[in-house]
C-alpha cells in the first residue's frame, strides 16, 4: 500500500481539463509545500512535471499545474493532449525519516 | 547534457548481493542529492536510497541494513550494494538527481537497470 492515495484511472477527452488529486497525512503532503508530480510513458523513465506543488520545469508546458490544499495536492492538465496520455506519480517528501514517499499512480487516459 | 547511466543490471539468488552503478555526466553528483527509485513490474514508484548534499544517506524501511549507497567524487559515480537480497526487490532500479535536494523532486533520472532475485 502506497503512502499517498491516488485514484488509479482518470480520463478527459482532447482538449479538456483533468484533475488528479494525490491524498497525505499532515506528516508529507499537508505539512510541507514540496509535492512532486511525475509523467511515465511506458516503458520510459518517469519524467519531473512539477515540484515544490507548484513549480513547473523548464519545458514543461503551461497546460500541467499543481497545487495543494491541506492534506491532498492535485495536478491538473488542461487542454489534454494525446500525448499527455501515460502514468502519473504525486510524490512528497516525509520528514527525516521517510525522506521520500510516492503515490500509487493514476493512469490518464485521454479519450 | 546532463545524463545518468546505471548498469549493474542482473539475475540473483535469493540471499544474494548485487552493486548497481550509476555514472553521471555534465554535473558533478556532489553537488546534488542524489537517489535510487525502483519500480517493481507493472508497480508504482517506490523510493530506496539518498545520499544528501553532506553525504548524510537515508533509506526506506524496507532496505534499511540490506542496502548501502555511496558516492565516488572522482569517478563521479552512484553506488547502490544490495545485500540479502529477496523476491521484493525485484524491479527496475533507476538512478535520479535532486532538485537540487529531494524536496525539490528528482529531474533527471536514468533509463534504469532491471535486478531480477528469483532462484
Known amino acids: 500500500q502506497s503512502a499517498l492515495t491516488q485514484p488509479p484511472s482518470a480520463s478527459g477527452s482532447p482538449g479538456q481539463s483533468v484533475t488528479i488529486s494525490c491524498t497525505g497525512t499532515s506528516s508529507d503532503v499537508g505539512g510541507y509545500n514540496y509535492v512532486s508530480w511525475y509523467q511515465q510513458h511506458p516503458g520510459k523513465a518517469p519524467k519531473l512535471m512539477i515540484y515544490?506543488?507548484?513549480k513547473r520545469p523548464s519545458g514543461v508546458p503551461d497546460r500541467f499545474s499543481g497545487s495543494k490544499s491541506d492534506n491532498t495536492a492535485s495536478l491538473t492538465v488542461s487542454g489534454l493532449q494525446a500525448e499527455d496520455e501515460a502514468d502519473y506519480y504525486c510524490?512528497?517528501?516525509?520528514?527525516?525519516?521517510?525522506?521520500?514517499?510516492f503515490g500509487g499512480g493514476t493512469k490518464l487516459t485521454v479519450l | 547534457e546532463v545524463q545518468l547511466l546505471e548498469s549493474g543490471r542482473g539475475l540473483v539468488q535469493p540471499g544474494g548481493s548485487l552493486r548497481l552503478s550509476c555514472a553521471a555526466s555534465?554535473?558533478?553528483?556532489?553537488?546534488?542529492?542524489m537517489s535510487w527509485v525502483r519500480q517493481a513490474p507493472g508497480k508504482g514508484l517506490e523510493w530506496v536510497s539518498t545520499?544528501?548534499?553532506?553525504?548524510?544517506?537515508y533509506y526506506a524501511a524496507s532496505v534499511k541494513g540490506r542496502f548501502t549507497i555511496s558516492r565516488d567524487t572522482s569517478e563521479n559515480t552512484l553506488y547502490l550494494q544490495m545485500n540479502s537480497l529477496r523476491a521484493e526487490d525485484t524491479a527496475a532500479y533507476y538512478c535520479t538527481k535532486g532538485n537540487p535536494g529531494t524536496k525539490g523532486g528528482m529531474d533527471v533520472w536514468g533509463q534504469g537497470t532491471t535486478v531480477t532475485v528469483s532462484s
Open positions: 555534465g554535473l558533478t553528483l556532489s553537488s546534488y542529492a
Open positions: 545520499i544528501g548534499l553532506s553525504g548524510t544517506t
Open positions: 515544490e506543488v507548484t
Open positions: 510524490s512528497s517528501y516525509g520528514g527525516s525519516n521517510n525522506l521520500v514517499v
